[in-house]
Nanobody, 116 residues
């Protein structure tokens, strides 16, 4: 049974920073990609970033240069460091297993990021 728990969201002013964390458990294979999806009100879900089990990362153009994804495999934790936040980064952020660039499997409860 896969479980994902996101944390670290909050309210910040534009230009500020936040660090999201996602602790996951229950995956039977260590070779999987984890990603951060986000959904803003009235918009579809967007893949912000993903990281493979061997550390290869991809970023959406909208966050490239501002966000950094990382992971601690020993702790089963994925991080998303978000700098130079913009109002358009306001969304609920979810940590999900990713196949190519699509979400696969269970979702956590998400963590809200609000940039004013």
């Amino acid at each position: 049974h896969v479980q994902l728990v996101e944390s670290g969201g909050g309210s910040v002013q534009a230009g500020g920073s936040l660090r999201l964390s996602c602790t996951h458990s229950g995956y039977t294979s260590s070779r999987h990609c984890m990603g951060w999806f986000r959904q803003a009100p009235g918009k579809g879900c967007e893949l912000a970033s993903r990281i493979s089990s061997d550390g290869i990362t991809i970023y959406a153009d909208s966050v490239k240069g501002r966000f950094t994804i990382s992971q601690d495999n020993a702790e089963n934790t994925v991080y998303l460091q978000m700098n130079s936040l913009k109002r358009e980064d306001t969304a609920k952020y979810y940590c999900v297993n990713v196949v190519h660039t699509s979400p696969a499997g269970s979702w956590g409860q998400g963590t809200q990021v609000t940039v004013s």
